[in-house]
């Protein structure tokens, strides 16, 4: 089985500009969730979704930030306009469970550069 | 609120020889456990979960783990380390607490990152 993909892999952009990462899940599973890992900070959570439900999303940085999940097999984190401080590799991770408690199965994340 | 120790930022090891790396929690009544694995470029891979039941968890890649309430600790162990497990570990807590409702999210530890020398 597929695990979660995430695309781009890679994204360079200017400050100032909408970046728009990817995410599709494992099929079958019912919780997404959005995270940011950065040197200073580790790994941060930033909203998750329960049956494509936004449950939390106190952890998104701010109105510039937004994310949704259309239908149970995707995702979507947009940054509108970025920010040279939203350099970050971002994943995805979903889970068989909802609820957020229980094991997560992460993508191999999107490093973003934003100049 | 839950949170996660690691106490060592980076541990050195040969090759063959035995690892433990360290992993202490706090939480308010049951706590849910995990160990995950990062390569460098990678995404984070369960090594294996602890909710109940038998202290000691089995994982995968020949690692294990241990639950000592006492202790609030779930350190992971493997016997003889090979070249390929360097990498950082994350240890994450989730659960119930003391008001018997979700904590609603795994809090991660700020990672242990792992050299094996050959």
């Known amino acids: 089985d597929a695990g979660v993909i995430q695309s781009p892999r890679h994204e360079v952009t200017e400050m100032g500009q909408e970046v728009t990462l990817r995410c599709k899940p494992i099929?079958?599973?019912?919780?997404l969730f959005w995270y940011r890992q950065t040197m200073m900070r580790g790994l941060e959570l930033l909203i998750y979704f329960n049956n494509n439900v936004p449950i939390d999303d106190s952890g998104m940085p701010e109105d510039r930030f937004s994310a949704k999940m259309p239908n149970a097999s995707f995702s979507t984190l947009k940054i509108q306009p970025s920010e040279p401080r939203d350099s970050a590799v971002y994943f995805c991770a979903s889970s068989p469970r909802q609820g957020g408690n229980y094991e997560q199965y992460f993508g191999p994340g999107t490093r973003l550069t934003v100049t | 609120a839950q949170s996660v120790t690691q106490p060592d930022i980076h541990i050195t090891v040969s090759e063959g020889a035995s690892l433990e790396l360290r992993c202490n929690y706090s939480y308010g009544a049951t706590p849910y456990l995990f160990w995950y694995v990062q390569s460098p470029g990678q995404g984070l891979q369960l090594l294996l979960k602890?909710?109940?039941?038998?202290?000691l968890v089995q994982g995968i890649k020949g690692f294990e783990a241990e639950f000592k309430r006492s202790q609030s600790s779930f350190n992971l162990r493997k016997p003889s380390v090979h070249w390929s497990d360097a990498a950082e570990y994350f240890c994450?807590?989730?659960?119930?607490?003391?008001?018997?409702?979700?904590?609603?999210?795994?809090?991660f530890g700020q990672g242990t990152i792992l050299t094996v020398h050959p």
């Open positions: 099929s079958g599973h019912n919780s």
């Open positions: 994450a807590v989730g659960g119930i607490n003391a008001g018997g409702t979700s904590y609603g999210k795994l809090t």
């Open positions: 602890y909710f109940s039941g038998d202290t």
